[in-house]
């Protein structure tokens, strides 16, 4: 039987570890830490930049621009500023099944992804193959995941709102906004 204490005992004094190389080891750990909290800090910078940045484009340009009755705008440097519209559509989680069921009543199900997935193992390829040619009769279990991209969901939306045909904005989170586009 192996006694584990004097292995241990051996094991750490193999290591031979002196004090130089563990500080060493926690002053890399010390600007790991900081490098983290660093990125953390500038990812929340960012996040606040890009809120005021929507805030400026989304509202407050567009609404000066009508104000002055204006849709677009040439600046000092030649920078043109433009309110484009722009559509926006989500499908929320819990509302996927509801969604689809819109899109179908509706005609638009060629927008909806339908993937179905089987696992397979090492060395199972044959399987695999097998499942390609026969996957109803053999009873295999799978997983479906449907989707709609998000581009397609909101340039599908923006087709209807056009066409004059109804969508559900609640069901979709529909929105229909107006964006400054500043180009230089």
Do not use: W
Not at 8 to 16: C, G, I, M, N
Not at 81 to 89: G, Q, R
């Amino acid at each position: 039987m192996v006694d584990f204490e004097k292995e241990l005992e051996k094991d750490a004094k193999a290591l031979k570890v002196d004090d130089e190389s563990i500080s060493g080891i926690a002053e890399l750990g010390k600007k790991a830490k900081q490098l983290a909290a660093d990125i953390s800090e500038a990812e929340e910078i960012l996040k606040e930049k890009k809120k005021g940045y929507r805030k400026l484009t989304e509202e407050i340009i567009p609404e000066a621009l009508t104000q002055a009755g204006m849709a677009s705008f040439t600046m000092v440097d030649g920078s043109q500023i433009e309110i484009k519209e722009f559509y926006s559509a989500s499908i929320t989680k819990g509302s996927e099944e509801e969604c689809f069921e819109y899109l179908r009543e509706k005609g638009l199900d060629d927008i909806i992804q339908n993937k179905v997935f089987v696992d397979f193992g090492r060395g199972e390829d044959e399987l695999a193959n097998r499942l390609k040619e026969i996957l109803s009769k053999e009873n295999f279990l799978f997983n479906q995941k449907q989707s709609v991209h998000h581009q397609t969901l909101a340039a599908t939306f923006k087709e209807q709102v056009k066409a004059g045909k109804p969508f559900d904005l609640q069901l979709f989170n529909g929105f229909i906004g107006r964006r400054a586009v500043i180009k230089t």
